[in-house]
């Protein structure tokens, strides 16, 4: 299995605090990727990062921030956390540019209330 | 509707049968496709890449119809531990903003 750790891996926190989740990785890839994976809809893209301090938005990018100071390390913030911010969390790694054949990490399960 | 489509089931079916399922992607420029294995509240799993001319790993046939738009997932002589959701992928470019998920389709395999 791909080295990737997330942590927390459960979290629950009050609507309007911040919260950073992070994602380690040991396999050096250059690609890493945050999702979000609710009912109904599928794994959508938070933010993604290819290479160290570049990034960019994905699908549902609002409300999120993210950075990455370390090839190992990927960062997402949730700068005040919302409700709608409920979700299973996950992180991802690839080698190559932008190919779907990524690895994931074991998942954050946040919950706002 | 949704860029990538699938029947969320669930598929309920005996221990050795052949189950298959399709997803369907609509943009006709999509140019890589996957599929996924998810476990109940576990991450997703790369289970298979797509090609063009099909490919077979094992007692699972992947299959691409790009004037249909869609793929489809083969599994022979199911076992129990196949039972998992099945995510189907489509990249539309080269670009990682570009790859679309499918929401899922759920297979139970019952002994």
């Known amino acids: 299995d791909a080295g990737i750790t997330q942590s927390p891996r459960h979290k629950v926190t009050e609507t309007g605090t911040p919260v950073t989740l992070r994602c380690h990785q040991t396999?050096?890839?250059?690609?890493m990727y945050w999702y979000r994976q609710d009912p109904g809809h599928g794994l959508r893209l938070i933010h993604y990062?290819?290479?160290?301090?570049?990034?960019d938005k994905g699908e549902v990018s609002d409300g999120y921030s993210v950075s990455r100071s370390k090839t190992e390390d990927f960062l997402l913030t949730l700068e005040s956390a919302t409700s709608s911010q409920t979700s299973v969390y996950f992180c991802a790694i690839s080698p190559d540019r932008g190919t779907a054949e990524q690895y994931f990490g074991p998942g954050t399960r946040l919950t706002v209330t | 509707r949704k860029e990538v489509e699938q029947d969320p089931g669930p598929f309920n079916v005996p221990e050795g049968a052949t189950v298959a399922f399709n997803c369907t992607y609509s943009n006709s420029a999509s140019q890589s496709f996957f599929w996924y294995r998810q476990d109940c509240r576990k991450e997703p799993k790369l289970l298979m890449s797509?090609?063009?001319s099909g490919n077979e790993d094992g007692r699972f046939t992947a299959q691409l119809n790009r004037a249909s738009q869609y793929i489809s997932l083969l599994i022979r002589d199911s076992k129990l531990s196949d039972s998992a959701t099945y995510l189907c992928?489509?990249?539309?470019?080269?670009?990682?903003?570009?790859?679309?998920f499918g929401s899922g389709t759920r297979l139970s395999i019952r002994p």
């Open positions: 990062s290819y290479g160290v301090k570049d990034t």
């Open positions: 396999e050096n890839h250059r690609y």
């Open positions: 797509v090609y063009s």
């Open positions: 992928v489509v990249n539309r470019d080269s670009s990682a903003s570009k790859i679309i």
